[in-house]
């Protein structure tokens, strides 16, 4: 079923043809029938905010379909999630508020589960607990990953290669030599991830550009030389089988 935004509806994740990896998307049979019970599809257009930084914490979202940004203090946006993300877990097992401002940055849907069910939901399935502290540990390393890769970077032009190495990685359209990237963000936003400038985005793209390491298609990007890209990123190692 088509929303007013052009999507088309998941209406049940136990008929989704298209379930992900993450934590609800593979729970056991009656477990995803529960979660179903519980849960509220939404559809979002672009620019809606789920929930806001220092908010108390009402429940999780479940992201089904399209890109959603997190950012704190309004200017620093710190990820861009994928399908099957969950957010907002960590501040509703605690109780605590939301750490970072949720907005949708094209049209979504997004499953939502009130707190109190799903805290219920966690006492009736005790096997879905395993899933969720799973989870929470990935969350943790790829926090500290996303710290240690840009903290520790020795320039804008490193950071912005590392950034787009791990993109390429994570791109449907992705050979040994080259691949392609869906650009969903502005210069300004890739500056806010880099804690940079948006000039400087802007000049390192150009140098990238004229050494025809990426190629600007539309609003994608073609990695033309991944190889060199590595270098400039200081990686050494392939991080993917695939590389």
Known sequence: ????????IIESCLTCETRAAPLFCCLPAQALQAFEAIKFATAYPKGA???VEGQA?????????????LSISATLLVKLTEPGEVLGLSATISGKPYG??????????????????????LKEHPETCFRVIEQ??????????????LGLSHSSEEKLAKLLVEWSLKSDQWDMQKSR?????TQEEIAEMLGTSRETVTRVFADLRRR?????QGASLVIRNKSLLRELADIHEPSNPRA
Not at 100 to 115: D, G, L, S
Not at 181 to 185: D, H, Q, R, T, V
Not at 212 to 216: G, K, S
């Open 1 to 8: 079923m088509l929303s007013p935004y052009g999507l088309d």
């Open 57 to 69: 914490a009402r429940g999780l979202f479940v992201v089904c379909k399209g890109t959603v940004k």
């Open 100 to 121: 970072v401002t949720a907005e949708t940055m094209q049209p979504c849907q997004i499953n939502y589960v009130r707190r109190d069910d799903f805290m219920l939901f």
């Open 181 to 185: 990237i869906k650009l969903a963000i």
């Open 49 to 51: 905010v789920l929930f």
């Open 136 to 149: 929470l540990s990935a969350d943790c390393h790829s926090l500290f990953h996303e710290m240690r890769s």
């Open 212 to 216: 025809q390491i990426v190629l600007r």
